[in-house]
């Protein structure tokens, strides 16, 4: 992987020089209590001088520590249980360090004593979670003997099931799924080292005749002998021996290691021909799978894959959520924005039993609300923004305009793609990327990032990898990406391996050769034409799949393929995927129309569904049982309090000279979409988007929680509304319930008018509402899409 943006070299700083922060610490404060259990404290005051420095320089660092992991838990993607338990455990161990220090400085010492073992203790439990996140999960038990993995190989797996029985000569369909398991191994513990990236000790294990010759050192297997083999002898030594293998990572498990001599006792077959990829490959051609028969009330397409897919994985329909739960959620996915009371008490009232179709397409026709609320997620995707890096320098370029205005017609997403990629002035900007000042590598060119982010945002593919050698999660090798970003470029690439020229020209052509061949001698704004046209053709399965991925995600909390930047990741219902792709393109590639079929199934009307671990979400046992909870965006949240209280932005705000200039008509008040981003909405999740981002974390942490507790930019709306609010509404209680109409979109339960009227006061006081609304704001109600 290379490094995309100047910012990333601190962030990779940060998490060398925070473990490094952590150790520190650790030893001072170790010392001191070695110090103080043997007395030596009392030896003289220039020990216990000294034993006091060292436990005061141990708490500060204990705090700069701290500090830096907030820093990266949100700037990475960190999540999980071990996450949460080194965090509190860090902070947990600063507070102790501090409160350590005052006490020896009090002469309190008994308590001192007794706070410094704690304190060592505390740095002990966040180091091993920190061990943890750094090193895996198996950093202990993988170097102890009953920490081993000691299980044979699998005869429950399928594929490999004929390992038990070794006394049959292998059919041409095992020595394939052998040679895969095989292959498999070895890319994912030795190609680092062993193939045409990085040849260390001249031995390569990525072609057969390069691996049976072995490398400087000789031979490394012998045909039909694993115990002579010098390939098992390296990889059954301990770690930390010379000749061990892998020498870095995770050692082989003794599963993979009995696999392999299985392979070898075998003769080390391999099946001739074309060798199959190790990585799963997902069909570029579009396919219409036979919709299953209807069901009761089960009619909508969506809902007869999904009742399939919930018979196979014994998964009961349950109940679809309310009317008021409903009108909120498509609210917020449509439009982005909080349903008015009036809205509420009509929908509720309505009788119609087709009203929430009707709610579907009244949303989905109010272009300007739904433009302002999707521009969001396509400026995040198409790394879209209204200032930072390159715009003052003209070495980036806006799509703004040419972006709202097609989503706000409508624009049917082929012709949407073609302009990206043969664009006019006003749409160049994506393709153009962003042209870093000084020094940078070659995979930052700005023809490499138009080859990256295509392939990203459109294909749903990580070229990133195959930009400065041959991919090791993917069978893309650096060829293809120069080739592709070829495409992009004024004048021949030449190959760069690892930023290092290789003195090789690149050819010119599109990553999937089945839909056309590139004239690489054309110039480039023809070769431009050529690659929108391939792209767009219905043949290419692939485009429309990750559309419709990214825009079920976006609905559903989750995509059908996981992560929805890896299409080829295996989806939990294939049919579904290829039905709705297949239909969204048959259809004139309606964005809307799509949307409306997701929206109106029972799916989408399934109560909300949380899961403890986020990880969970791309777990290959994920099962799917209706939408996944989440929490607002930066800007729905934003949108939500201006709408329930008081305009979070005012007019001055507004990238004015960006955005259409009908833009002041067509908003309700200004919202956080068209706004440059800010401490506020960066804490609240929004990407600075200077690379491709296309997911957010739903994730609360501790920088959001202080942003809005201490932020200037929300405070000062909280203010600035109880001031509106105090002069509007003369008493408590009408402040309390026209909050709670406005905010939650229902009447305060007794309970909680007697404490909002207590929070508020009996005479309504500026802090009081602000204290209220922001008690509101933070509640999961509020937050939270059900």
Not at 149 to 172: E, G, M, R, V
Not at 396 to 401: A, E, G, L, M, V
Request: charge should be neutral; proline fraction near 5%; charged fraction near 20%.
């Amino acid at each position: 992987m290379t490094i995309l943006t100047e910012s990333f070299w601190l962030w990779q700083f940060l998490g060398r020089l925070h473990p490094l922060i952590v150790h520190f610490p650790v030893g001072l404060l170790c010392v001191a209590l070695l110090l103080e259990i043997i007395g030596w404290s009392r030896k003289s005051n220039d020990m216990r001088a000294g034993i006091t420095a060292l436990v005061w320089i141990g708490a500060i660092s204990s705090v700069v520590a701290a500090v830096f992991g907030l820093i990266l838990i949100n700037q990475e993607e960190y999540g999980g249980d071990t996450v949460t338990v080194h965090q509190w455990s860090g902070l947990t161990t600063m507070a102790l360090a501090l409160v350590t220090g005052f006490a020896l400085r009090s002469g309190r010492l008994g308590l001192y004593r007794s706070l410094l073992f704690l304190t060592v203790f505390g740095v002990t439990i966040a180091g091993h979670y920190g061990a943890l996140l750094t090193h895996g999960e198996d950093y202990l038990t993988s170097v102890l003997p009953f920490g081993k993995d000691s299980k044979a190989p699998s005869t429950t797996d399928s594929n490999l099931a004929f390992i038990s029985n070794t006394n049959q000569p292998l059919n041409d369909k095992q020595i394939e799924d052998l040679n895969l398991e095989v292959r498999s191994i070895l890319a994912h513990n030795c190609y680092s080292c062993h193939s045409a990236t990085k040849t260390k000790g001249e031995l390569r294990l990525d072609k057969k005749e390069l691996l049976f010759k072995g490398g400087e050192n000789g031979v490394i297997l012998k045909a039909g002998h694993p115990e002579d083999s010098d390939m098992i002898r390296r990889v059954k030594l301990p770690a930390g021996h010379d000749d061990a293998m892998p020498t870095k990572g995770k050692r082989l498990t003794d599963k993979e290691i009995a696999i392999l001599e299985f392979w070898i006792k075998q003769g080390a077959p391999w099946p001739s021909g074309a060798e199959k990829s190790i990585y799963r490959v997902a069909a570029l051609e579009p396919r219409m799978p036979a919709i299953p028969a209807a069901t009761g009330d089960l009619t909508n397409p969506v809902d007869r894959f999904v009742n399939v897919y919930f018979q196979k994985n014994k998964v009961a329909w349950k109940t679809v959520v309310d009317d008021r739960t409903y009108l909120r959620r498509v609210y917020l996915d449509v439009v982005g924005l909080l349903p008015t009371p009036d809205k509420i008490a009509s929908f509720t009232a309505d009788t119609r039993p087709n009203k929430r179709e009707i709610l579907v397409t009244e949303l989905l026709n109010r272009n300007e609300d739904y433009a302002q609320h999707w521009l969001t997620f396509w400026n995040d995707a198409l790394r879209n923004d209204y200032s930072g890096t390159g715009y003052i320098t003209k070495g980036r370029f806006d799509i703004t305009k040419w972006l709202y205005n097609s989503l706000k017609t409508n624009k049917p997403y082929n012709q949407f793609v073609r302009e990206l990629i043969s664009p006019t002035e006003e749409s160049a900007g994506f393709i153009k990327g962003i042209k870093w000042r000084g020094t940078i590598n070659s995979s930052q060119s700005t023809e490499m990032q138009a080859a990256q982010n295509v392939s990203q945002v459109l294909l749903g593919l990580n070229l990133k990898c195959a930009s400065c050698h041959d991919s090791f999660i993917s069978d893309w090798k650096l060829a293809d990406a120069y080739a592709f970003a070829n495409v992009f470029s004024d004048t021949t690439l030449e190959i760069h391996r690892c930023d290092k020229p290789t003195g090789k020209m690149a050819g010119t052509g599109i990553l999937f050769k089945e839909l056309g061949t590139i004239n690489g001698k054309a110039p480039t704004e023809q070769r431009l034409r050529e690659l929108a046209e391939f792209m767009v053709q219905p043949k290419d399965g692939r485009l429309y799949r990750t559309l419709v991925n990214r825009i079920w995600a976006q609905l559903m909390g989750r995509g059908l393929v996981e992560p929805v930047d890896m299409m080829d990741n295996e989806p939990w219902s294939q049919d579904l995927l290829d039905w709705l792709a297949s239909d969204f393109a048959a259809n004139n590639y309606d964005i809307k129309r799509l949307m409306t079929t997701i929206l109106t199934s029972k799916t989408y009307q399934l109560p909300s569904i949380s899961v403890k671990d986020p990880a969970l979400l791309t777990a290959p046992t994920f099962v799917f049982e209706g939408m996944v909870r989440r929490r607002l965006s930066a800007e729905q949240f934003a949108d939500a309090v201006s709408i329930a209280f008081n305009p979070v932005y005012g007019d001055s705000s507004l990238a004015t000279k960006l955005l259409p200039e009908t833009i002041k008509q067509e908003i309700p008040f200004p919202r956080a979409s068209l706004v440059k981003n800010d401490p506020f909405l960066t804490a609240l999740g929004r990407p600075n988007r200077e690379t491709v981002s296309t997911s957010r974390t739903s994730q609360a942490n501790l920088l959001q929680a202080l942003e809005l507790t201490n932020g200037a930019k929300f405070n000062d709306a909280l203010k600035k509304g109880a001031q509106i609010w105090k002069a509007k509404y003369p008493s408590s209680d009408l402040i309390v319930k026209e909050l709670y109409r406005n905010a939650l979109g229902r009447e305060p339960q007794p309970k909680e008018l007697a404490v909002a009227e207590k929070i508020v006061g009996k005479t309504p006081s500026i802090e009081g509402i602000q204290d209220l609304v922001w008690a509101i704001s933070l509640h999961p109600e509020f937050q939270l899409i059900n």
